[in-house]
C-alpha cells in the first residue's frame, strides 16, 4: 500500500514529461523554419494564406499573395515553407473499356 501513491504519482508525471518535450521540440523547430525565411519562399500562414516572400524585416515579412498585391505578417503569423511542387509529365493511364461477349452478356443478365 506505501507503494501505491508514488507510483500513481510516477505514472502520472511521465507522460507530461515526454510531452512538455515534443512540445518544446516542435516549437524549436517551428522557430528554426520561420528564423530561416528567404526571399523567393512559398509560404503558408497560421491562418492559410498562400504567399511568396518578397522582403524580409527582423519581425516581419512581406508576402506577395497576387501579382502586385504585398501584405506584410509577423514572423509567427508563417505556419511553412512549401515545397516546390514536381511538375511530372507523365499522363494518366485509362484503361480501355473490357468488352464481353454476347453469351457472357446473356448469361450476366439472366436469373437461375
Not at 497560421?46 to 504567399?51: D, I, K, N, P
Request: proline residues 4%.
Amino acid at each position: 500500500m506505501d507503494f501505491l501513491f508514488p507510483l500513481l504519482i510516477l505514472a502520472l508525471l511521465v507522460p507530461m514529461f515526454f510531452g512538455i518535450r515534443k512540445q518544446k521540440r516542435e516549437a524549436e523547430k517551428v522557430s528554426s523554419m520561420q528564423e530561416g525565411l528567404k526571399v523567393g519562399d512559398q509560404v503558408v500562414t497560421t491562418s492559410g494564406l498562400y504567399g511568396t516572400v518578397v522582403d524580409l524585416d527582423d519581425s516581419t515579412v512581406d508576402l506577395e499573395i497576387a501579382e502586385d498585391v504585398v501584405t506584410t505578417w509577423l514572423r509567427q503569423a508563417i505556419r511553412e515553407v512549401r515545397a516546390e511542387e514536381q511538375a511530372t509529365d507523365e499522363t494518366p493511364v485509362t484503361e480501355a473499356p473490357v468488352e464481353e461477349a454476347p453469351e457472357q452478356t446473356e448469361t450476366r443478365l439472366t436469373k437461375d
